[in-house]
Structures are given as C-alpha cells and as structure tokens.
C-alpha cells in the first residue's frame, strides 16, 4: 500500500509540475502579446496622427534637459568655449547698504 501511493504521490507531484510550468508559460506569452499589442497601437496611432507618443516626448525632453550638465562637447563648437561662448564680461563691485527706513536708489538703465 505504501508502493502505491508513492506512486500516485509521484504522479501527481509530476502532473502538478507540469501544470504549473504550463499556466505560467500562457501567463509570460499572454502579457508579452499584449505588449505588443499596445506598442502596435500606439505606432497605428503614431502613424494616423502624426503626433509622437507621450513617452518619447518626454524623454526627448528629459535628454534636452540634462544636456547642459554634460561634459562633451556638441559638433561644431570652437576649441575652448563654453556655454556662454568664451565672452568675459567684466564689472566693477560696489556694496549697496540699505537701511529699514532708506529706499534703493532706482536702477540705471544702459
């Protein structure tokens, strides 16, 4: 009695296996169709409409955006300019004290 319910204790422990390595086979292969479903209607729609998808645009912009905080440079640029061209602009400090009472005298204009 013991043999046999080794044996259907095996047998279903096999058929569980395999029950389980099937279920989760159509699980992957049903999420991965309908991914591809929703990158092929937003290309349809891409396509129909002209307008690029949201999660292009936005890392379109994410990239714009953390360009200036890269250090290579962009084609074209002249040896040894930076961001603002290589221009120095030179002014002369003065302190400015101004009191609770005393307003600001008015800014001059060039």
């Known amino acids: 009695m013991n043999l046999l319910s080794e044996i259907v204790s095996g047998i279903l422990r096999g058929l569980v296996k395999v029950m389980v390595l099937v279920l ?11 991914g591809l479903v929703v990158v092929l209607a ?10 690029k998808p949201a999660v292009f645009t936005t890392f379109t912009r994410f990239n714009q955006a953390a360009r200036q905080f890269r250090p290579e440079r ?15 602009v030179d002014v002369q400090a003065h302190e400015v004290r101004a009191s ?3 307003q600001l005298p008015p800014k001059a204009v060039d």
């Open 74 to 88: 962009w084609p074209g640029a002249t040896p040894g300019a930076g961001a603002d061209g290589g221009e120095v």
């Open 100 to 102: 609770l009472n005393t």
């Open 24 to 34: 989760s086979t159509i699980l992957v292969l049903s999420v991965l169709c309908v």
């Open 42 to 51: 937003t290309a349809i729609r891409f396509v129909l409409t002209g307008r």
